[in-house]
């Protein structure tokens, strides 16, 4: 770059500048092509074999004819986007950038000093970003503690608290604390419901894109509902503990002599339930899920099945201790009872996703010895949603981005398709189901449920996002890259994407969004990820940024762009 102008040096002086310039061209947006091209018979180099720069811009400067050729650029050169073996950002540093990039140089993720990409300075992604907006604690405060998740959580709480106000105002009552611990039950059943989070995700993504953006930007953090489902069930298990410390207390105290008297098959299954509730709290803590993630996930699923057996007993007993003591039928006492109403609805909750358990036969197309595409034709999900496989459905489940295909696909032969109309999935390897499925291509597979509403639902409650996906992120991505909800630009850190993930793909992600910045980090090192998402989120104009990657990266971007004035959303790992 010299002054306003991206100038661009080829040698040696043989070469044709008319087909490098019609190649460039072919491959890179308009604001990221040279508007001069110098033609040299060698490239200045430095004492250590590296190319003079300066001595570059030196010859610009002063206007050195005598010592290269100057070749003006197109005055108003087009963009066409046209598939071209050249697709990453990486084949065109090294195709034109000669010694400019250095391998060893890109070791770490501070874009911008250590090398120069065409286009950089027009793109404006090695820029550097400004300080974070608030001072600390504040900050933490406000991006870190004070996030949705924890509103809802604490909305739910708090209304709880005003519950026990209650109780105690109008005297403490058994059938009450059953109901308690019943109503916070059901809450935290349904907020996890296939069917329940598709209707939230489509109330609040329906708000239209000419609506504020606050309200907009507010509606997205939808994926925060997790929140009330924790305070829920830890709520349930702190009413069914409070019930059964008040039973053993009003027992043994004259005070509350005319205390209904539970059986004791009641209070033997009251105190295994809450031991059970607190058991299943405590391998929840995020530390120990995270670390024992499949564990978690069975014990979950088991736990919640034998519990729920144990509540219709507890239920039961209960209705019939009641019925005894009022000298009432037993079908009387039943109808009756709010918590067997409750259940019923628990239950059914927890039962219909099992009702669309299914085997399904499955199209397998291995991409890379990294990554397979699984592609099925039993429904078209809506973007943005993920779907649930297993070769053994009561023992693991895994959840997958969808790519919806409203039509058949792929290479065309005798009047067929390749791939159905339906929706697609991308495994990457990231384990042991994983390195198997991408082995040992499946023909069908278990499915469970319905396509869920997931991070990427969101993108349709904006008119301009920036998506950022780190490796095998991209798969949750594809749905909205390859079918754009609205305006969109993408950065993409991979290693070597095109042997990870097929050509086929990243030329498909090519003619979607031409001008994607695709990231090789087996070539230029890891990228600085805040950096990039900030500039390129500035320089389009953006309001949001969808972030898919790991943990640790979607926090730190999340966290460095909303403490810089942009609206960034990624998964927050609650469940």
């Not at 404006?124 to 924890?150: A, D, N, T």
């Not at 205390?259 to 607190?278: D, K, N």
């Not at 699984?374 to 981005?401: I, K, M, Q």
């Amino acid at each position: 770059m010299v002054g306003q102008e991206l100038h661009a040096f080829i040698q040696p002086s043989t070469c044709d500048v008319s087909a490098v310039r019609e190649h460039i061209t072919s491959i890179l947006p308009y604001y990221a092509l040279p508007a001069n091209y110098h033609v040299l018979d060698s490239f200045p180099l430095t004492l250590n074999g590296k190319v003079d720069k300066p001595t570059l811009r030196k010859l610009v400067e002063d206007g050195g004819e005598s010592e290269f050729t100057r070749v003006p650029s197109n005055p108003a050169p087009v963009y066409t986007a046209k598939e071209s073996p050249i697709t990453t950002v990486t084949e065109i540093c090294e195709k034109y950038s000669g010694d400019t990039y250095s391998r060893s140089s890109a070791t770490s993720g501070d874009f911008g000093s250590r090398f120069s990409l065409p286009g950089q300075e027009e793109l404006g992604l090695g820029r550097s970003v400004p300080e974070k907006g608030l001072p600390q604690p504040l900050r933490g405060l406000v991006y870190r503690i004070f996030i949705p998740y924890r509103f809802l959580f604490s909305v739910v709480w708090m209304a709880n608290a005003a519950a026990v106000i209650v109780v105690f105002v109008k005297g403490i009552n058994r059938e009450w604390l059953a109901n308690m611990v019943a109503i916070n039950l059901v809450v935290a059943v349904l907020i996890r419901q296939d069917f329940v989070i598709n209707a939230l995700y489509t109330i609040t993504c329906s708000v239209p894109k000419s609506w504020p953006l606050w309200i907009r930007a507010s509606s997205a953090k939808i994926y925060h509902l997790g929140g009330i489902h924790s305070s829920a069930a830890s709520c349930a298990a702190l009413w069914l503990l409070a019930a059964n410390v008040n039973d053993v207390v009003c027992l043994s105290m004259v005070t509350c002599s005319n205390y209904p008297r539970p059986s004791p098959a009641y209070m033997v299954f009251s105190w295994i339930l809450t031991a059970m509730f607190f058991t299943m709290m405590g391998f929840a803590w995020p530390s120990f899920r995270k670390a024992n993630h499949n564990f978690f996930e069975r014990w979950h699923r088991f736990m919640g099945w034998t519990m729920l057996a144990l509540f219709w007993t507890q239920i039961m007993i209960s209705i019939s201790d009641t019925a005894r003591e009022n000298s009432t039928p037993f079908g009387k006492a039943l109808l009756s009872a709010v918590p067997f109403w409750l259940l019923i609805v628990a239950t059914s909750s927890i039962a219909l996703s099992w009702f669309w358990l299914r085997r399904v036969p499955v199209v397998s197309e291995v991409l890379s010895d990294h990554a397979i595409r699984l592609h099925f034709d039993y429904t078209v999900p809506v973007n943005g949603s993920f779907t649930r496989l297993s070769f053994r459905p009561l023992v693991e489940w895994h959840s997958f981005a969808t790519i919806p295909a409203p039509e058949p696909h792929g290479t065309v032969t005798n009047g067929r398709a390749e791939f159905p109309a339906g929706y697609s999935l991308v495994v990457s390897n990231a384990g042991d189901w994983t390195r198997r499925c991408i082995k040992n291509p499946p023909r069908s597979v278990w499915v469970r449920g319905v396509p869920t509403c997931g991070v990427m639902r969101i993108a349709t409650l904006f008119n301009r996002v920036v998506v950022v996906a780190t490796g095998s992120g991209i798969g949750p991505c594809l749905g909205h890259l390859q079918r754009p909800s609205c305006a969109t630009q993408l950065i993409w850190s991979t290693r070597d994407p095109e042997r990870s993930f097929g050509k086929e793909m990243v030329g498909a992600l090519r003619r979607s969004i031409p001008d994607a910045v695709i990231w090789d980090t087996n070539k230029l090192g890891r990228p600085d990820m805040v950096k990039l998402s900030y500039n390129l989120a500035r320089q389009f104009k953006a309001e949001a940024v969808i972030v898919i990657a790991n943990e640790k990266i979607t926090k730190n971007i999340v966290y460095g762009l909303e403490t810089r004035g942009i609206s960034a959303y990624g998964a927050i790992w609650d469940s």
